[in-house]
C-alpha cells in the first residue's frame, strides 16, 4: 500500500523527536501499521532548522496552511501549542477532511468540545495520547484497555516540573524559591513556569482523563486549580513524620452527586506506589470497578518519549484510516451520543480529609479552643502534633500546630479555617493541605 503521507505542524522538541523515530524505527512500525507512515511535508516559521531536522526530501515551508491545504496529506500533526492559531488550523485540518494527531493538552481541554463535534461531523479521527503524561500510553488505557470498567478515580503525578520540585524540597529541605531556580537552571523549569507550578498544566491533563473516564464533556472552567507556591519545607518535613509525602496531583473522582475535577497539593501515604515517584516522573493511578487500582509510570516529557506517543496515535490512525467512522474507537470514548450530563461539582461540595498547620502562641488552652471549633462544626481529628516553631525571634513563644482530620466537605472546613484564623493565638495564614489515602 501507499505510505500515509503525514504534514508535520512545528518541528520543535517533540517534532525532531517524531521525526527521528519514525525514521529511525520505520520497518517496525510499517510492520504493526500494515502500512509505511511518511512525513512529507513539515511546516515551521525557522525553515533553516526544520531542513536541518529532516534533510532532502521532505517538502519544508514556513506557512501552516500550506500543509493543511495539502490535497496529498492525509494526517496533520499539531505540535504547535497555544488556544490561538492551533485551533484555528486544527479545525481547517478536520474541515478538510484530515485526520488529527495533537500533543496540546490545553487547545483540548479549552476547545475539545468543538474540535470532537467537528471531527465527528467530518468522520476524522483526533488522537491526542501524546497531550497526557508524555509517553505513558494514559489515553489508549482509559479508551481501550479499561473500557469493560466503571472508573471510580484517577489520581495522578502528571507534571514532570512540580515533582522535580517537590522532591529536591523533601530531599535538601529547601524552601520553594530556591528549588524552583534550581530546576530553572537544570532546564526542568520553563523561564515563565506559571502553568507548571499554579497546577495549570495539570488541570488540562486530568480534563481530558476525566472526560474519558466518565464520558462528559471536557470542562476545563470547572476545575478546582492550585498549585505549589505557597508550600513550605517544614510542611513536607511534618507531612513525612506522620508518614505521608505531598504531591501535586489532578485528581478526578466519580461520586454519587457529580463528578470530582481537582488539582492541588495532597498528603499521600509513604505506602503508596504514587508517594514514591521523584524526580520528573509522572504517574496515574486509575480506580475501576472490575480490575481495582492499576498503576502507569514513565517520562511525562520529552522529546522521544513523547514521539513515542505521538508515532502511536499515527499507526492507529493507519490502521483504521479506511474504517467505518461508527466504528471506531470515539474520540471520548464513549459514542458521541452517549455522553453524560453528569455534573462537576464545586469544590465546596468535595468530601476529603486534611493537613492543617497552626503557627499559634504558646499558651495555654490554644489547643482545646481549636480542637473545640472542629468539633462544633462536626470535624473529626485523626492525629495532632506540636512542634517548635523554625522561627524563633522576638515575642511570645511560638508553636506550630499540626492536625490531620477526618473526611469533611470542603465548605464545612472553610468556614471553620475562617474562624481558626481569626483567632488571636494564631500568628500566621492557616496551612490546609488536602489529604488523599488513594485505597
Do not use: C
Not at 74 to 87: K, M, N, Q, T
Not at 144 to 154: D, F, P, V, Y
Not at 375 to 388: C, K, M, N, P
Amino acid at each position: 500500500m501507499k505510505p500515509i503521507q503525514v504534514g508535520l505542524l512545528g518541528i520543535g522538541t517533540v517534532g525532531s523527536g517524531t521525526f527521528n523515530v519514525l525514521q529511525r524505527n520505520q520497518e517496525e512500525i510499517r510492520r504493526r501499521a500494515g502500512r509505511g507512515i511518511a512525513i512529507t511535508m513539515v511546516a515551521d516559521l525557522d525553515t533553516t532548522r526544520a531542513r536541518a531536522a529532516v534533510g532532502e526530501g521532505v517538502t519544508v515551508v514556513d506557512d501552516a496552511r500550506k500543509v493543511v491545504a495539502n490535497p496529498e496529506i492525509d494526517i496533520v500533526v499539531e505540535l504547535i501549542g497555544g488556544y490561538g492559531i492551533a485551533r484555528q488550523l486544527v479545525l481547517e485540518a478536520i474541515e478538510a477532511g484530515k485526520h488529527v494527531v495533537t500533543a496540546n493538552k490545553a487547545l483540548l481541554a479549552v476547545h475539545g468540545t468543538e474540535i470532537f463535534a467537528a471531527a465527528q461531523r467530518k468522520g476524522v479521527m483526533v488522537a491526542f495520547e501524546a497531550a497526557v503524561a508524555g509517553g505513558i500510553p494514559i489515553i489508549k488505557s482509559l479508551r481501550e484497555g479499561l473500557t469493560a470498567n466503571r472508573i471510580q478515580w484517577i489520581a495522578g503525578i502528571i507534571n514532570g516540573t512540580t515533582n522535580f520540585i517537590l522532591s529536591e524540597m523533601r530531599d535538601k529541605g529547601l524552601d520553594f524559591d530556591v528549588v524552583l531556580q534550581e530546576a530553572q537552571r537544570l532546564g526542568y523549569a520553563e523561564a515563565d513556569p506559571t502553568f507548571d507550578i499554579e497546577g495549570v498544566d495539570a488541570a488540562h491533563k486530568v480534563t481530558l482523563m476525566s472526560a474519558i473516564a466518565f464520558g462528559i464533556p471536557v470542562q476545563f472552567d470547572r476545575a478546582y486549580v492550585e498549585g505549589i507556591t505557597r508550600l513550605g519545607a517544614a510542611d513536607i518535613r511534618y507531612a513525612e513524620q506522620l508518614g505521608y509525602r505531598i504531591k501535586l496531583l489532578g485528581i478526578t473522582k466519580r461520586v454519587d452527586s457529580g463528578v470530582e475535577l481537582r488539582v492541588h497539593p495532597s498528603l499521600v501515604p509513604v505506602k503508596r506506589l504514587l508517594a514514591n515517584v521523584e524526580g520528573a516522573m509522572n504517574a496515574v493511578m486509575v480506580q475501576g470497578d472490575a480490575v481495582g487500582t492499576t498503576l502507569y509510570y514513565g517520562k511525562g516529557a520529552g522529546s522521544e518519549p513523547t514521539a513515542s506517543a505521538v508515532v502511536a496515535d499515527l499507526v492507529d490512525i493507519a490502521r483504521l484510516h479506511t474504517a467505518d467512522p461508527e466504528h471506531r474507537v470515539p474520540h471520548l470514548a464513549f459514542q458521541h451520543d452517549e455522553m453524560s450530563d453528569l455534573t462537576v461539582l464545586p469544590m465546596s461540595e468535595v468530601v476529603t480529609s486534611y493537613y492543617l498547620r497552626l503557627r499559634v502562641a504558646d499558651q495555654t488552652g490554644v489547643l482545646a479552643t481549636v480542637t473545640g471549633l472542629l468539633a462544633g462544626a462536626g470535624i473529626g481529628i485523626d492525629a495532632v502534633l506540636q512542634r517548635e516553631s523554625d522561627d524563633v525571634g522576638e515575642g511570645s513563644p511560638q508553636t506550630d500546630l499540626i492536625i490531620l482530620t477526618h473526611d469533611t466537605r470542603e465548605g464545612t472546613m472553610d468556614a471553620t479555617l475562617a474562624q481558626m484564623q481569626a483567632l488571636p493565638t494564631v500568628l500566621a495564614p492557616i496551612v490546609r493541605i488536602r489529604k488523599e489515602e488513594l485505597a
